[in-house]
């Protein structure tokens, strides 16, 4: 049931883009972006509800693809503060709502 | 913007000791969740309260409960610590708004056992 996060990690040049995805084998009602520093809280970056949905938080933007349950986070011209662990939180159809089945995570590195 | 409030920020206790974990959730939010995460790991669903209610359990531990006050801060209390039990707390909060379930997390419980 957890979502399958690809790749687990990335490393990135400032100004670099980069692709993390999302996928789960159950249909998902909501996907939900957090980026996580070491020892920090998740950061609540977006939500997306509906298939074919797309939004954005500065330069990171991301899509959900309902029919194939996949969600994919992008990442554009990257800079040093993008750098930790991107965490895909699910909400399925049918569990209760505002359970979030976290993925294992993509550590993201920016260097200079 | 006032945000998710969790005390302590750390705690140092020993085994089969008992811990309070508080939370104090984002004004006017209407549900709060309980989550664990363990070092390197992804963080794992414990609890949730809507309306001071019980809205769902996790992978919450007998030994450990949980409630919501008129308040609505919530508290987590685990009994008979174990040390497998050593790791971040968070506390989340939402209110949701044309099924859109945004949640907020709290700085966290450092929860280390001995």
């Known amino acids: 049931q957890q979502p399958v996060q690809s790749p687990q990690a990335v490393i990135l040049r400032e100004g670099e883009d980069a692709v993390i995805n999302c996928s789960s084998s159950?249909?998902?009602?909501?996907v939900h972006w957090y980026r996580q520093k070491h020892g920090e809280a998740p950061v609540f970056l977006m939500i997306l509800l509906k298939g074919g949905e797309q939004m954005r938080h500065e330069k990171i933007s991301a899509s959900f693809n309902e029919k194939k349950q996949q969600s994919s986070l992008y990442l554009t011209a990257s800079q040093l503060s993008y750098s930790g662990t991107y965490f895909c939180g699910t909400e399925r159809y049918g569990g209760s709502q505002g359970n979030l089945i976290f993925g294992k995570g993509t550590k993201l590195s920016v260097k200079p | 913007a006032a945000g998710v409030i969790q005390s302590p920020r750390h705690l140092i206790k020993e085994k089969r000791e008992t811990a309070t974990l508080k939370c104090y959730p984002i004004p006017r939010h209407d549900t709060v969740y309980w989550y664990q995460q363990g070092p390197g790991q992804d963080p794992q669903f414990l609890i949730s309260f809507y309306e001071k209610m019980q809205s769902d359990k996790g992978s919450i531990p007998d030994r450990f409960s949980a409630q919501q006050f008129s308040d609505y801060h919530s508290e987590l209390n685990m009994s008979s610590l174990e040390l497998g039990d050593s790791a971040l707390y968070f506390c989340?909060?939402?209110?949701?708004?044309?099924?859109?379930?945004?949640?907020?997390f709290g700085p966290g419980t450092r929860l280390t056992v001995l």
């Open positions: 159950k249909a998902l009602y909501s």
């Open positions: 989340a909060s939402s209110r949701t708004s044309g099924g859109r379930n945004e949640q907020f």
